[in-house]
């Protein structure tokens, strides 16, 4: 047990205590053990090992967490949520350095929030659902790749601040914290109260005030006039939808005519189950964008429209295409016409990168890094879906096509036509008119309870996302004509592995471009540890696309053991 590396036992009703034998266990990195009846505290036995990730979340743990957590230097993954854990939390845990993701909800922590300003790499931090007072300490708006913060339910008080990631409504949540203030419009929170000048300032400051207001009123009344003005103009223009913010212009067909050449075939960049896509260019600048266009014609393109536009319209993530705008009107013939207009990703689909077309030279082949990059991206995006929207979201058609990638090979999310959103009465529960689409994704991505009349869950994504996990690693699709009768891309895994993870690997990550365009093989300078790490994305990839949906892995668990993986590999390479 001392070369014991991870110890995985979440999910097992286990009882009793962590045992402190663990501490002999000195290559360990990774301790699994959330979703159990664990109590008592974590052993300080722990504190002296090479640990990268924790996860005792969803236990009965108690007492206080220790302030040995400092000495973790190379943790990256901590989450010590829905526990029994009260005190303070430790201010050493600003010493961890290596610190991705904190999460904390779902306990009795109290006293102020420590300073964790030293954790420029954090990227996801939970103290929800705690007693922390105090005020948001500034810090925080300047963690430089932070994607969500989630201060809610807590007994917070003072001015919330508006730069970094306050600036995003949709990646910050304070509610429940009755003593804050201020903050960005969208957050709704009370203004902050204007404090008293000193006396001999006071009959300046009156004045100023009362000509501020005036001012202010004047220009309230005038834009309302204006407002008024423009709506009953609108009213006589043919419908043109904007759903997604007062930043983004409405538009009208004969600009998308105009954009796309007349939606021409030398602009057709794909198509999907109910449209097609082209490339276009709008405005003076002539900014390339992509213009879905629905075929009406076909039963669901109406709905498939609608839910994309209702998914789409309060989200805001890196990792999910930015929708610009949304046209419905109708044609140069008088038929009805819709159309969403989205932000251009110059280096296509994942589906191009996988599987380029015959004749056509792959412009860059993806190594084991950038393929992992890509589905760090993903299951952020889903992470973000499906826990961190204000009503969760199933993507339901997870597939290569519908990641799309930008120019610095960023992924992104596309394609909503099929999600679906989880009524805020219960995850069971779905809106009506959007849960009657009856279409539950592509085959071989789908997950098998959908064919079997299981309702729509997040578990469905998460099968998915296992699928192109196991795709992008092996270059095989799940249709592939290989597989039939018992034998699926999961199973063809698994049979191979660990021994001969190196003939099921597709061969292009082991390729790089050289000078010239040349491709050079660098399969004699992998290392024993990328091929193990190459063996630990497969397994991910397994247990997320398992039979049963309460054996599949946790998205949150997925995106903390891929950063790790990334973080080996850049180690080894």
């Known amino acids: 047990m001392t070369q014991l590396l991870y110890l995985s036992l979440f999910n097992n009703s286990l009882e009793g205590s962590i045992p402190t034998s663990l501490g002999r266990c000195s290559h360990l990195q990774g301790v699994s053990l959330h979703h159990n009846k664990l109590n008592g505290t974590i052993p300080k036995q722990l504190f002296g090992l090479p640990l990268v990730q924790i996860d005792v979340s969803h236990n009965s743990l108690t007492s206080f967490l220790p302030p040995d957590f400092g000495n973790l230097k190379l943790l990256v993954g901590l989450d010590v949520s829905y526990n029994k854990f009260s005190k303070e939390i430790p201010a050493q845990l600003g010493y961890c350095l290596a610190l991705e993701t904190l999460y904390m909800q779902g306990n009795s922590f109290e006293g102020t929030i420590p300073d964790l300003s030293k954790l420029k790499g954090i990227q996801y931090l939970d103290l929800s659902h705690n007693n922390l007072s105090g005020q948001i300490t500034s810090y925080m708006a300047n963690f430089p790749v932070l994607q969500t913060l989630n201060l809610s339910f807590n007994n917070l008080e003072g001015d919330v601040p508006v730069e970094g990631v306050f600036r995003n409504a949709s990646a910050v949540d304070v509610k429940g914290n009755t003593g804050l203030c201020g903050g960005i419009q969208e957050l709704h929170l009370p203004a902050c109260p204007i404090q008293r000048s000193k006396k001999h300032k006071k009959h300046f400051a009156f004045k100023l005030i009362l000509a501020i207001s005036i001012a202010a009123a004047f220009f309230l009344i005038l834009f309302s006039l204006m407002a008024l003005s423009w709506l009953k103009k609108s009213k006589k223009k043919s419908l043109s939808i904007s759903t997604f913010g007062p930043s983004y212009q409405k538009i009208s067909y004969k600009e998308l005519h105009n954009a796309t050449n007349g939606f021409s075939l030398e602009n057709l960049i794909g198509s999907g189950n109910f449209g097609s896509v082209y490339k276009g260019k709008l405005g003076p600048d002539e900014t390339h964008v992509a213009v879905k266009v629905l075929n009406l014609q076909k039963q669901g393109a109406s709905k498939s429209f609608i839910a994309e536009c209702e998914a789409l319209r309060n989200i805001r993530h890196r990792n999910l295409v930015k929708i610009l705008t949304a046209c419905s009107s109708i044609d140069f013939k008088g038929n009805d016409f819709k159309a969403l207009v989205y932000e251009f990703m110059p280096n296509g689909?994942?589906?191009?990168?996988?599987?380029?077309?015959?004749?056509?030279?792959?412009?860059?082949s993806l190594?084991?890094?950038?393929?992992?990059?890509?589905?760090?991206?993903?299951?952020?995006?889903?992470?973000?879906l499906h826990h961190h929207c204000q009503t969760p979201i199933i993507h339901c058609d997870l597939k290569p096509s519908n990641i799309l990638l930008d120019d610095d090979m960023i992924a992104h999310i596309s394609d909503f036509g099929l999600a679906k959103l989880l009524s805020k009465s219960g995850k069971e529960a779905f809106l009506n008119q959007l849960s009657s689409a009856g279409i539950k994704g592509t085959v071989g991505y789908a997950a098998p309870e959908y064919g079997m009349g299981s309702p729509l869950s997040t578990n469905g994504d998460v099968y998915s996302f296992g699928i192109l996990l196991l795709e992008m690693l092996t270059g095989r699709r799940p249709t592939d004509k290989l597989f039939k009768d018992d034998l699926n891309l999961h199973n063809f895994v698994k049979l191979a592995l660990p021994g001969q993870v190196m003939e099921i690997v597709d061969h292009s990550i082991f390729n790089e471009v050289g000078e010239n365009d040349n491709t050079v093989s660098s399969w004699s300078d992998w290392t024993s540890g990328q091929t193990e790490c190459l063996i630990l994305v497969f397994q991910i990839g397994l247990a997320c696309s398992a039979q049963s949906p309460i054996d599949r892995m946790d998205m949150n668990r997925v995106a903390l053991e891929l950063l790790s993986i990334k973080r080996k590999i850049s180690l080894e390479a």
């Open 349 to 364: 689909s994942l589906e191009m990168q996988l599987h380029p077309e015959d004749g056509l030279k792959q412009l860059r």
């Open 367 to 384: 190594n084991l890094l950038q393929r992992i990059n890509i589905a760090i991206d993903v299951a952020s995006a889903l992470l973000y």
